[in-house]
């Protein structure tokens, strides 16, 4: 307990803990003093109360794809019936609408499509961007850049390169799912290892292009699993100091390979929360994902370290497609901000705060702000009916 105490202490003040010390932290601290800590953390972070969240959109080009990874309910395999690719004037459509509703970022996610190499991407972000300058494109991820630059026979520092080029402000922190090895294999076999994906967001970051990292849990993963993926993200930040920010959210167990597995518990997404801002000495921002885990747990960690509440999500499909259901509108996150005694901001995608609503006064009001909606979710409901 005496050591508990002490590495709970050291780390609220932003001393380094160690991978096997944050382990115990995760597996035996006590809860509240976890929380606690984690929360001076924050403090000391951030430097105030403010807890940030961002308008954007998630749009889909493709849901065809080579990976076929067991936990996704998105994919459909090339020449499969249901599956799809979006021509540009809809992926720009998508963009206007988001734009009118105030967005400030979109995130452009699809499958790894056989015949999509560098030169799809750098029309899909040029075309964006010359269409909505104001968008910023926080988009893809390692395995996306990996298999463009198969598909198109280039260097990965040449993939990175050109679509910073033609438009990509930031890339996501998809496809981190589980980093180590065993639960990576079992999860996703023909995806490249979490060495590799930590090499290519090293590479992107060396070339000033800024990431996020995400974690996927709840798949069968163990605790030591957990925190060596945390590991393994801070050696790389140590050197290069690209991640913004972490966000772990939790596995979906719909309309996949891997139904009926365990998803992670709430508890147990809290104490990682807590425990991340805890180890992550060298990462500002912690995000939890409301989304996957439901608002009440979303408020609750705003008492556990975080200080972003993510996205209201114009348009989701990825997750949803696997069972996440819960749904916001914007009034009602910022209703969840303040009523946890923190104070609401819009961020944009640099976490640039935008427009502080230090009083209610201050709340936008616009009520056709509303988060996920799904347009593959919708289309099948209407078919069921
Ligand atoms: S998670 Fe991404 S890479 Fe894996 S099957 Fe789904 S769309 Fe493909």
Not at 193 to 204: D, P, Q, Y
Request: glycine letters at 8%; a negative charge; one cysteine or more.
């Amino acid at each position: 307990m005496a050591e508990i105490d002490e590495v709970l202490a050291r780390a609220a003040d932003g001393g380094a803990i160690s991978a096997e010390e944050a382990l115990l932290l995760y597996t035996e601290a006590p809860f509240h003093p976890l929380a606690e800590a984690a929360d001076a953390a924050r403090r000391r972070v951030i430097g105030d109360n403010i807890v940030t969240y961002i308008i954007d959109r998630n749009i889909n080009y493709t849901n065809v794809c080579v990976t076929a990874c067991k936990f996704c309910a998105f994919y459909r395999a090339p020449k499969h019936e249901e599956g799809w690719a979006h021509p540009m004037e809809e992926v720009l459509r998508r963009c206007g609408e988001a734009v009118g509703l105030g967005a400030t970022q979109v995130m452009l996610q699809g499958g790894h499509h056989p015949d999509f190499g560098v030169e799809y991407y750098e029309e899909l972000f040029s075309s964006v961007k010359a269409e909505y300058p104001e968008l910023m494109i926080h988009s893809i991820g390692p395995s996306e850049i990996a298999h463009m630059s198969k598909v198109s026979g280039v260097e990965i520092g040449e993939s990175i390169r050109r679509i910073k080029a033609a438009g990509l402000d930031s890339i996501a922190g998809a496809g981190a799912e589980m980093l180590p090895a065993r639960p990576r294999t079992a999860l996703a076999p023909l995806k490249e290892s979490g060495e590799r994906w930590l090499e290519i967001m090293e590479a992107a970051h060396l070339q000033g292009l800024e990431s996020t990292a995400t974690m996927m849990m709840g798949t069968g993963e163990t605790a030591a699993e957990r925190i060596e993926h945390l590991r393994m993200i801070r050696d790389v930040q140590d050197r290069t100091g690209g991640f913004r920010s972490f966000i772990p959210w939790t596995y979906q167990p719909e309309n996949n390979h891997l139904k009926g597995r365990t998803q992670a518990t709430t508890l147990e997404y809290l104490r990682l929360l807590a425990t991340a801002r805890l180890f992550f000495h060298n990462v500002t921002h912690l995000q939890s994902s409301w989304l996957t885990t439901g608002k009440a747990s979303g408020q609750l960690s705003l008492h556990l370290g975080v200080d972003d509440l993510g996205s209201i999500m114009l348009e989701e499909n990825v997750i949803s497609s696997a069972g996440a259901r819960h749904q916001s509108r914007l009034s009602e996150l910022i209703g969840l901000i303040r009523s946890a005694d923190r104070v609401p901001a819009q961020r944009n995608t640099l976490y640039e705060r935008m427009s502080v609503h230090w009083t209610p006064e201050d709340d936008p009001t616009d009520d056709r702000i509303r988060s996920h909606f799904s347009t593959i979710v919708a289309e099948l409901q209407v078919k069921a009916v």
